[in-house]
């Protein structure tokens, strides 16, 4: 049986120490090659090269009349038509034209396109009604890719315009980082299931959902346990090792605190190495970080908000480089309050709040009580208000800044 901790077994540290440890043990996962059609929210772990030009041939950058800028002919006559998707041996010389489609292959000799609205076209004649310089409406070869240019970097996320620029390359495979896999389980012997009848002294296990659908959100494959682990060491010892078999990392909540029955972090001694025990953060203090087998281990309080904050703060921009990502937080700025926040300066602390725009500005408001344990206070928040330690309450109308956890509304 591993030796019970103290409080005083970890230091107490900020949040910068704590992120800093934590990613100098943390790499991107070992990339494999995927379709191209199941690569989309995949992080490209290789510089992307063109093959070809693209488009590989000159084309009509929309529907009109392949005719030559400069001829000086008032009436033009027309020699046929270049479908997209068809390309016939056509070629213009002065006094000329051909009706082309967008996407058609412009013919030999012809340098623009003159636009059907800007012509007349009569018994076989055009009659241009409007002057036209070179190379108007023409895609030129290599417009949007030359080949052998770098069409990607090593690092880029494949939202729907990149997954298209690769199809438009001919790249049906590519090669990525995987979505990494957590495992996750919630440890309390208070704790039930969604869906079975609560006993008194019981209540339900939402932190396995709700953490299950942050993974989701940021990408990750969650492997969650159905049934909370009861508070003993065999029961917390079997649902790590369990997790470890198929996943890159594990998640537990709940258990982290130096009570009685608070064991996550004495079964996890005798496992790996903690290398994160205690943050100087509000909520979320006791929040653990472990290397065991190489592998990342996360011990979040078991408070609702705490595990969610806790999740945002470190275990999201852990999953961002486990998938490869270049940019690992989430965008900030200052904002202005509606209302003063009081704010303990011994600890930072991420306040939940509501960001609204409107036309004299942005305005943060709180949403309300900011327990640990209040999940209504995240419910409809778009943003976290970093409150800085070392520093008291802030005033309203004073600018703090805030992370975007989603969109900020407008209000009119």
Known sequence: MTQPLRADSFPMISHAQAWETIAQTVEPLPPSRVELAKAANLVVAEDIVARDDSPPFAAAGMDGYAVIADDPSAVRTLVGEQEAGLRRDYSISPGFALRIMT????????????????????????????????????????????????????GTPLGPPEIGLLASLNYSEV?????PRVF?????????????????????????????????????????????????????????RTGFISADMVISTGGVSMGRRDLIKEVVSGLGEILVGRVAIKPGKPLTYALITGKPFFGLPGFPVSSLVCF???VRPVLRILAGHRLLWRPS????????????????????????????GAVAYSTGGQSSGRLKSLVGANGLAVLSAGKGDYDAGEEVE????????LRE
Request: proline share 9%; hydrophobic share 40%.
């Open 184 to 240: 996750v389980f919630a440890s309390g012997n208070e704790l039930v299931r969604v869906g079975a009848p609560l006993r008194p002294g019981q209540i339900r296990d939402s932190n396995t959902l709700a953490l299950s659908a942050a993974l989701r959100a940021a990408g990750a494959e969650p492997i969650a346990r159905p049934d909370p682990v009861a508070d003993t060491q065999t029961a917390i010892e079997q649902a790590i």
């Open 175 to 179: 090669l990525v980082y995987p979505r």
């Open 103 to 154: 996407g058609g292959a412009l013919p030999e000799g012809a340098d623009a396109v003159l636009p059907f609205e800007q012509s007349v076209e009569h018994e076989g004649l055009l009659h241009p009604q409007f002057p036209i310089k070179p190379g108007a409406n023409v895609r030129p070869v290599g417009q949007d890719i030359k080949a052998g240019e770098v069409a990607m970097k090593k």
């Open 333 to 360: 700025m200052r904002i202005k309050l509606a209302q003063t926040l009081k704010h303990d300066p011994d600890r930072t602390e991420f306040q939940r709040v509501c960001v609204c725009c409107s036309g004299e």
């Open 402 to 409: 805030v992370i975007f956890i989603n969109l900020p509304e």
């Open 312 to 314: 945002e703060q470190f």
